[in-house]
């Protein structure tokens, strides 16, 4: 994975983070394809120690609401598997949580930007992230992960002569920047987020435009100037994802056949 030799805003810095990055670097970046043989495509995407299942399924209907649109839909789901964390998590079953029902939101608002649902026809994709270890990111790495999941998925069904023209329009990543001991770093860890003073989730386009912030300061407010530094510094970090999932879908295998239960 490469990394940015320059520094980016605030991010300039003479010492090392504790796992030895620069403020600027990324965790390793590594993409694993098709864990799942019965999805359309699947791929685990791991940054440092945060790992993420993704998956894509097509539905060959609309939700009741969209029926008669000749548009098709989007729809994604996230979930912390129990053993994800130190902590055991309790599965959540009859009932979301509010962070949970946020993040599965966000995905599917991040990944529909990237579509031209005309284009998909009356079908549903069906995204699942599921955390398989959280070590911080799990969002945005939900969000890289399954855009790479979606752009395979879509080249499967072309392949399969299901769709004339892809209806992806764009590449989307994300990734978080926050301030540490009042220092802006890339892609925190969980050491680091934390402890953050602030903290946002972004998620852009590769034209490098924005299609979400999600960010608050921790305690004291911070400037504009401390905004756009940190901005400067998740353009970098995402223009570096998008090289690697761009590398990821270059050796995309063929998918494996089902087989039997």
Do not use: H
């Amino acid at each position: 994975m490469p990394q940015s030799s320059e520094p980016a805003g605030a991010a300039c810095a003479d010492s090392l983070r504790r796992d030895g990055r620069a403020a600027d670097a990324l965790r390793p970046v590594r993409f694993l394809w098709d864990p799942m043989g019965f999805a359309l495509s699947s791929v685990t995407i791991e940054a440092g120690r945060t790992r993420v299942l993704c998956s894509a399924c097509l539905e060959e209907e609309v939700p009741r609401w969209r029926r008669g649109s000749g548009s098709g839909w989007l729809s994604a789901e996230y979930r912390l598997l129990p053993a994800s964390t130190p902590s055991r998590q309790s599965r959540e079953l009859l009932k979301l949580s509010g962070r949970t029902q946020e993040i599965q939101r966000l995905i599917g608002r991040s990944l529909r930007a990237a579509l031209d649902l005309k284009a998909l026809g009356e079908r549903t994709l069906l995204i699942d992230c599921d955390v398989l270890q959280a070590d911080a990111g799990t969002r945005t790495a939900s969000i890289s992960g399954a855009w790479v999941a979606l752009a395979a998925a879509l080249d499967r069904l072309q392949q399969r002569g299901l769709l004339e023209q892809s209806p992806l329009r764009q590449q989307v990543a994300a990734i978080s920047v926050g301030l540490v001991d009042g220092r802006a770093l890339l892609d925190l860890d969980y050491s680091e987020d934390s402890r953050a003073e602030v903290d946002l989730n972004v998620v852009m386009d590769d034209q490098t435009r924005l299609l979400e912030i999600q960010g608050t300061a921790e305690g004291s407010p911070f400037s504009r100037d401390r905004l756009d530094a940190l901005l400067d510094l998740a353009d970098g970090g995402i223009r570096q994802l998008q090289a690697a999932q761009r590398q990821a879908l270059a050796s995309a295998p063929t998918p494996p056949a089902p087989t039997g239960i």
